[in-house]
């Protein structure tokens, strides 16, 4: 679908100036991932989550310390007349242990493993969300503008119909309810402009937010935008590549697995463990008064193995607990299946619906401006009043900012579609910029 350059008046030309200095969306997607607090909170839990996943190797990996003792003795000879003594030992020891069978630590590997996965999903799905918002901001801003731009370019029309009007009546060639009728609707326009102005005002605030930038002053729409470039195949393709790669269908999908494993680890109390375990260790003595004044090495290696028989039942209700918790995540994963289908295919009609919105505006606009027209010329012979006029105008511009504002939530229910279907990238911002500019 192609969009006509839309008539615009001197006023909306002045609004819509200076945009040789404007940003673009992709600039602007750019300075907001380094601003972003929800992204840059997203990023540092995406690092904290892949050391977590390296936490878990440590479940297989042998363990190693080392310790020593220092001890002294005071020996109290009451009997010997040779007197009192003191004597020291000092031993250290190094030990070492390598797991051999423990099955709730490989159940805990597995878990820590699946932490990248779940890290990745997470941080996927703030950066769809980023997009998703900053480019909402954009938007919103571009649609104030172009609204307040209409506003003013209707207070012009009004005005010189309200100068029309009266001239009229001061020739005596209308009646004073044509002047008026043409003052109350230029007092209308103006609370208008006035709201259309701080809605602008409170627009840009919002983008400034996001993207951490000062005053900044998005591209406007190229004349002749193509606005449905990516929107192919029907509702049910897209519920297809959700389900896929939907990053909030992965992480239900993950949490399932973990609590799969939850549950072997769970069982593992029932089972034996075995360990490789090694220690290497020496003694020294001080002192002539000393049991034994024999310094010793000693080296052991070894298996430890260790059978649970009896919990007090805690390892039979801790598989109980996890068995449930198990069941509560596959229909979490069912739950996230179904609302990720449900908003995937309410974008998708969303964006449909909105360009078949967009051509009927452009239809609506071309046929308000030929009674527009009709109506003048009617006014001007004497076979339409006023009000028709003014009407007339009313609905011109109406309709301008209708189609203005159904460009953009085209735009953005197509950022919201992919959202949804998961597939939403940075690139896609980039393709999006190429519709915006001179």
Known sequence: MKLRLLPLSLSLAAA?????????LAQLYEAAKGHDAAFK?????????????????????????????????????RINAAGDARYGTRTATLSASQPLYRPANWAGYQQGMMQ??????????????????VSQAYFEVLTAQESLAFVKAQKTAVSEQLAAAKRNFEVGTSTITDTREAQARF???????????????VKKLALDQSVGLQNAQPVALKSGANLSPTVIGDAETWVQQATAQSP???????GVEVAQLETEKAKAGHMPTLDLTASYGGTRFRGDASPSRVNNNTGTIGLSFNLPLYAGHA???????????????????????????????TAFFGVQSGLGQVKALEAAEASSQSALDANKLGYQVGVRINIDVLNSQSQLFQTKRDLAKA????????????????????????????????
């Open 16 to 24: 819509l100036a200076g945009t040789a200095q404007a940003q673009s």
């Open 41 to 77: 909170a997203a990023q540092s839990q995406y690092q904290a989550n892949l050391a977590k996943a390296e936490q878990a190797k440590a479940l297989l990996r042998p363990t190693a310390g080392l310790g020593a003792t220092v001890s002294e003795s005071d020996f109290d000879n």
């Open 116 to 133: 990248v996965g779940l890290a990745q999903a997470q941080l996927k799905a703030a950066e769809q969300e980023l997009i998703v918002r």
């Open 187 to 201: 007092d209308l326009v103006t609370a208008q402009e006035i709201a259309a102005e701080n809605d602008l005002r």
């Open 248 to 254: 909030s269908i992965e992480q239900a999908r993950i």
């Open 315 to 345: 390892t039979q209700n801790r598989i109980q607990e996890t068995v449930s918790l198990e069941e509560k995540a596959r229909n979490d994963l069912n739950a996230a299946q179904r609302s990720v289908a449900q908003a995937t295919r």
């Open 407 to 438: 460009r953009y939530d085209v735009l953005l229910g197509q950022l919201k579609l992919r959202q949804a279907a998961g597939v939403l990238k940075a690139e896609d911002v980039q393709t999006l910029n190429n519709l915006f500019g001179q």
